[in-house]
C-alpha cells in the first residue's frame, strides 16, 4: 500500500512570490491534515479535512494560507505572497477515522520550504 | 488545551544501551491517547507505540516500551538495546477524547537521540 506522497519534496522561492504543496493521502483515509514543522520545533497544526469538508482551519493564517481538498482526495495548500518567515516543512497527514481507530497519522516526508 | 512538554533538548546513548525520553503532558480530558513519533533526517514522521490513558499495562512494541504513570502524566519511552539506526528525532504527542481534540494530535518539541559505538 503506497503511503502518503507529498511535492515537492524541497522548494526554494523569493520572498513575496507564491507556492504550493501537494499531497495525495492514502487511499480510502477520509483525514488529511496539513502541519507545519519550524526548525527544531514539533509539527503544528494548520487545518484538517473530513473528506471535502475543512473542520478545523482555526491555525491557518488566512490572509496568506488557503488549502483545497476539492475531491476528498488529494489536497493542495498555497501561500501567496510567502514571506521569510514561512521558511519551514509542510507535512501531510492522513488518518482512516474508524471509530476503533487509536488516533494514528500517517505522514509524507514533507515539503520543506525556503524563501529569500 | 492540550501541552506535551519534552525537556531534553538532546541525548546520548552508547549502542546496545538502554535509554529513556521523557514526557510529560497536560489535558483536562478525561481519556486521552498518548503516541511517540521518530523523525529521522528523511523527514517522514515515523509512528513508534501508543498508549491509552485507560490501558492497564503499559504499551510495548518491540524494542519500544512506553512507561505511563498516569498520577504524574508522564509518558516516557525507553529504547532497549540502542542502535545506530535510532539516531533521530523523538516527538511525544497526545490526542484527546472529544470533538476537534480527539481528531488531531499535539505534540512536543522534541528530543534528538544521537547512537554512538
Known amino acids: 500500500e503506497a503511503g502518503v506522497v507529498q511535492s515537492p519534496r524541497y522548494k526554494i522561492i523569493e520572498k513575496k512570490q507564491p507556492v504550493a504543496f501537494w499531497c495525495n493521502p492514502i487511499?480510502?483515509?477520509?483525514?488529511l491534515y496539513w502541519y507545519l514543522q519550524n526548525l527544531g520545533q514539533g509539527p503544528e497544526l494548520l487545518i484538517r479535512?473530513?473528506?471535502?469538508?475543512?473542520?478545523?482551519d482555526s491555525q491557518l493564517p488566512k490572509d496568506r494560507f488557503s488549502a483545497e481538498r476539492l475531491k476528498g482526495v488529494d489536497s493542495t495548500l498555497k501561500i501567496q505572497p510567502a514571506e521569510l518567515g514561512d521558511s519551514a516543512v509542510y507535512l501531510c497527514a492522513s488518518s482512516p477515522g474508524r471509530r476503533a481507530w487509536t488516533g494514528e497519522l500517517f505522514f509524507g516526508e514533507g515539503s520543506r520550504l525556503t524563501v529569500l | 488545551a492540550q501541552k506535551i512538554t519534552q525537556t531534553q533538548p538532546g541525548m546520548f546513548v552508547q549502542e546496545k544501551e538502554a535509554v529513556t525520553l521523557d514526557c510529560t503532558y497536560d489535558?483536562?480530558?478525561?481519556?486521552?491517547?498518548l503516541f511517540w513519533y521518530k523523525q529521522p533526517s528523511s523527514g517522514e514522521m515515523i509512528f513508534l507505540i501508543y498508549q491509552g490513558s485507560y490501558d492497564q499495562q503499559n504499551a510495548t512494541e518491540g524494542r519500544y516500551s512506553l512507561n505511563f504513570q498516569k498520577a504524574r502524566k508522564s509518558a516516557n519511552l525507553v529504547i532497549s538495546a540502542s542502535q545506530l539506526g535510532d539516531s533521530a528525532m523523538y516527538f511525544c504527542a497526545m490526542r484527546g477524547a472529544e470533538g476537534g481534540t480527539a481528531s488531531k494530535l499535539t505534540f512536543g518539541t522534541g528530543t534528538r537521540l544521537q547512537v554512538t559505538l
Open positions: 487511499s480510502g483515509h477520509n483525514t
Open positions: 479535512y473530513e473528506n471535502e469538508e475543512a473542520v478545523d
Open positions: 489535558t483536562s480530558d478525561p481519556s486521552y491517547g
